[in-house]
């Protein structure tokens, strides 16, 4: 699969991109005002770059985590069966967290990762996604904070991969076969 020929159609653009990460970081600096430290878990890898810029906006005492949840492998749908590949450096309880991933589809991912999270009992969990695909939704699970709603389109860019190749495009484009 991953050796049949495509080209990536841009979707939405660098510039709209920043345009959205700089408003949703002023949305998550409101909320956690007068936090003494916010620890930001990042979901591996595909939220690299957005984590990145995020944090960057964020007028806030600000940690750095990363946990890794088993994803798709190289293919382009959801397994349903999620696994904690890498856990958090850090002690997550009485503390602020703000979860971001990278795209919520069917919702089993991001559904597994907070009950995981919310049983270590943090003060305040809440969670940013940079993409979400409705229309794939099977556990009812939302983000508190959305980047960007598209449809049921398997996207790379931005840190996102298509069997590891692509999350350095600066942009966030549609895979298209060309055969
Ligand atoms: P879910 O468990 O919600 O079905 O899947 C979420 C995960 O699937 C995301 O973390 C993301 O890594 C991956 N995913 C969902 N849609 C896409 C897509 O269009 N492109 C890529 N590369 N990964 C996707
Ligand atoms: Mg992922």
Redesign the pocket.
């Known amino acids: 699969m991953p050796h049949r020929p495509y080209v990536i159609d841009q979707m939405i653009s660098a510039k709209a991109i920043s345009a959205r990460v700089e408003a949703l970081s002023h949305e998550i600096t409101a909320h956690f005002k007068g936090t003494n430290k916010l620890i930001v878990v990042g979901?591996l890898r595909?939220s690299f770059v957005f984590i990145a810029d995020l944090v960057r906006e964020l007028d806030l005492p600000v940690e750095v985590d990363f946990l890794e949840a088993s994803?798709?492998g190289d293919a382009m749908s959801?397994s349903r069966e999620v696994r904690i590949l890498k856990d958090l450096r850090g002690e997550i309880a009485g503390r602020d967290v703000l979860v971001v991933?990278?795209?919520?589809?069917?919702?089993?991912?991001?559904s597994h990762v907070v009950r995981l999270l919310k049983s270590r009992e943090p003060k305040r969990l809440e969670v940013c996604v940079l993409l979400d695909?409705p229309s794939r939704r099977e556990v009812d699970i939302k983000a508190t904070w959305t980047g960007f709603q598209i449809p049921d389109e398997?996207?790379?860019g931005y840190g996102?991969?298509?069997a590891q190749r692509n999350r350095n495009l600066p942009y966030i484009g549609k895979v298209r076969f060309t055969d």
Not at 101 to 110: N, P, R
């Open positions: 979901l595909g994803s798709y959801s991933e990278d795209i919520v589809d069917t919702g089993f991912t991001l695909k398997f996207v790379v996102i991969d298509f």
